[in-house]
């Protein structure tokens, strides 16, 4: 049993200082271990309002795709908040390295409060009670940023792709990912930006084959060209079914 939960659909700076799309992360749950991913601004207020309630007290750990603000923004918090502030010291904290060494995002004085806080990387993987994280590759991003795919028995495996720009070998190092999640930025192609474009999703999902692909991390242009009501032609077009995630959506993890 397990499920997915958008706490937020907001991608880059404008949509996020705005609040466009909220910017709170998501909840995975599966097989009974609860973890969040990029606890961004307002991920702590996003839980709490979730109906029904999700409860970060009975989060197991919270996984860190790289540093930047809107993935960043509560993570202290969080910690806080797994950890009944810092007086059960429980859960785990993944993130890269450099989110931990050089301008580091998580506050000196939180590091004793989760059991343990450990730097991610490539082609490495992360166990947590049953659910596993596999690392298959670094993004190509301005800071240190991984995705994983995630293995738990009984459910499907659900891979997430975080902010990258597109390379040679990304569509490949998540081939037979059964739910592919990809934050889709910007409406075109552009490059130098370090974030994919909705043309570079479709050739990925082209290529990786996801029974679904959800599409989130919208950017302004993405917005603008009401990308929420285009799913069902990118769908077609690509031969998978690709969802657009909105906040506070939720998907069901079945094995199909
Ligand atoms: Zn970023």
């Not at 474009?197 to 999902?205: Q, T, W, Y």
Request: charged share 25%.
């Amino acid at each position: 049993m397990g499920y997915l939960k958008f706490l937020g659909t907001a991608g880059a700076r404008f949509v996020m200082i705005r609040q466009l799309r909220a910017s709170g992360g998501i909840w995975f749950s599966a097989g009974g271990v609860n973890f969040l991913v990029d606890p961004g601004p307002g991920s702590l207020i996003r839980l709490l309002r979730s109906r029904p309630k999700l409860d970060p007290a009975n989060l197991d750990f919270i996984f860190l795709s790289h540093k930047h603000l809107d993935h960043s923004c509560d993570i202290n918090l969080m910690i806080e908040a797994m950890t009944n502030g810092g007086f059960d010291k429980r859960g785990r904290v993944f993130a890269p390295e450099d989110a931990l060494s050089q301008d580091p995002v998580i506050f000196k004085y939180i590091h004793g409060y989760p059991e343990k806080i450990e730097a991610v990387s490539a082609g490495r993987s992360y166990g947590v009670d049953g659910v596993e994280l596999h690392i298959p590759v670094r993004m190509h991003h301005s800071v240190e940023t991984y995705g994983f795919r995630m293995r738990c028995k009984g459910l499907p495996e659900v891979a997430y792709l975080p902010d990258t720009a597109f390379f040679c070998g990304l569509a490949e190092s998540y081939a037979g990912s059964d739910i592919l999640i990809i934050n889709t930025v910007m409406y075109e192609r552009k490059a130098g930006v370090g974030h994919l474009s909705l043309p570079e999703a479709e050739d990925i999902i082209r290529s990786v084959r996801p029974a679904k692909a959800i599409l989130t991390h919208f950017g302004m242009q993405m917005l603008k060209n009401r990308i929420w009501e285009k799913g069902e032609e990118i769908s077609d077009r690509t031969g998978t079914d690709v969802v657009i995630a909105g906040d506070g959506m939720k998907v069901d993890l079945e094995r199909g």
